[in-house]
C-alpha cells in the first residue's frame, strides 16, 4: 500500500493590481509640464496679492503734506521748524536760467544770496525787486529748488537795435533802453540817429520818434526782409524824414511816417531799379507815392 504523502495545501495570495496608466507615455511629458504651470500660476498670484502698489507722484506729494499736516497737528510747529532747520537745506548752488545777454555772475552777486545759509529763509519776492531795478530785464522770478538750490529765472527784454548816444546802447521794441546791451552787437543790430540821451527818452514827443522808428524797422523786418538785412542806420531825427541807409552802398531811403503798407513791399524792388540805371545816386525819396526822387 502506498504511503500517502502529505501535500501542503497553497494558500492563495491575491496579486496586487499594477495601476495601468491611462495616458499614453508621448503625453506624459506634457501633463507634467502644464502641472508645473499650473503651480507657478498659483504662486505668481499669491506673490501679486502680497504685492504693495507703486504710489504715483501725485499721491506721493499729497501723502507728504498729510504726512506734515499730522506733524504740525500732532508734533507741533516746533517739530517741522527742526526737520527745516536741518543742514540738507542749507543752500550750496545758486543758478541763472534763461540769461542769454545779461551777466550770470553780476546777477548772483546782487542777489545777494549767501552759500551755506538756510534755504528756507530767503527772501525770494524781496531778491526779485532788487533784480528787477538793477537790471533791464522784463522779469525775474526766484524760487527754491529743494533740497539746496535756489534758482532765478529771468525773461529776457529781446534787443531790437542801438542808439547811437555818446555810446551805443540797445534797446527793446518797447522803446526801453538795455544798458548791458553795446557795441558788441553792432553787425547784428540797426543803428538809431537821432536820440541823444537815455534821458531825453522821458520827453513824450522824443520817445514817440523813437517808437516810430521802431514799428517802421518791424514793417521793413517783415515786408522786406531783403531790405531790412541791409539796414545799417535809421534817421529818426524828424519823423516827416524818417528813412534809413543801407551798409553796401551808402544810399539813403526816406521813407516818411505813413503809407508803410505800399511802400514797403516794393522797396527792395525801387531800390534795386533806381541803382541800376545810375550808381552815383545818393538819395532816394519815396514819400510821395508813385513819384520817386533821387539825389545825386
Known amino acids: 500500500m502506498e504511503s500517502c504523502r502529505y501535500m501542503k495545501p497553497k494558500i492563495m495570495t491575491k496579486r496586487k493590481s499594477k495601476k495601468v496608466n491611462s495616458i499614453p507615455k508621448w503625453k506624459q511629458g506634457q501633463v507634467k509640464t502644464r502641472r508645473k504651470s499650473v503651480n507657478a500660476k498659483k504662486s505668481c498670484f499669491s506673490l501679486r496679492a502680497l504685492r504693495i502698489p507703486t504710489l504715483s507722484g501725485t499721491v506721493r506729494i499729497l501723502l507728504v503734506c498729510a504726512l506734515l499736516a499730522a506733524a504740525v497737528r500732532y508734533a507741533g510747529v516746533p517739530f517741522v521748524r527742526s526737520i527745516a532747520a536741518h543742514p540738507v537745506f542749507n543752500i550750496r548752488h545758486v543758478v541763472v536760467e534763461g540769461a542769454q545777454y545779461l551777466d550770470s555772475e553780476k546777477i548772483i552777486e546782487k542777489a545777494g544770496v549767501e552759500l551755506g545759509a538756510n534755504i528756507h529763509e530767503i527772501d525770494v519776492e524781496a531778491i526779485s525787486e532788487t533784480l528787477e531795478k538793477t537790471f533791464a530785464a522784463e522779469d525775474f522770478t526766484v524760487f527754491r529748488r529743494l533740497p539746496n538750490t535756489m534758482v532765478i529765472s529771468i525773461r529776457e527784454r529781446r534787443p531790437v537795435a542801438l542808439l547811437n548816444m555818446k555810446t551805443l546802447v540797445g534797446v527793446d521794441e518797447n522803446g526801453v533802453p538795455l544798458p548791458h546791451i553795446g557795441a558788441d552787437m553792432v553787425e547784428s543790430l540797426p543803428i538809431i540817429t537821432g536820440i541823444k540821451t537815455v534821458s531825453s527818452l522821458s520827453d513824450s514827443t ?21 531790405v531790412y538785412n541791409r539796414i545799417s542806420e535809421v534817421d529818426v531825427s524828424n519823423m516827416a524824414k524818417m528813412g534809413i541807409c543801407l551798409v553796401d552802398n551808402g544810399l539813403e531811403v526816406i521813407i516818411g511816417d505813413s503809407d508803410w503798407a505800399k511802400k514797403i513791399p516794393v522797396l527792395d524792388k525801387v531800390i534795386n531799379e533806381v541803382t541800376k540805371r545810375d550808381e552815383a545816386v545818393k538819395a532816394i525819396d519815396i514819400r510821395f507815392g508813385e513819384k520817386i526822387y533821387v539825389r545825386k
Not at 522824443?206 to 517783415?222: A, D, F, N, Q, T
Open 206 to 226: 522824443v520817445k514817440e520818434r523813437l517808437l516810430k522808428g521802431l514799428s517802421m524797422l518791424g514793417h521793413i523786418y517783415e515786408g522786406a526782409p531783403s
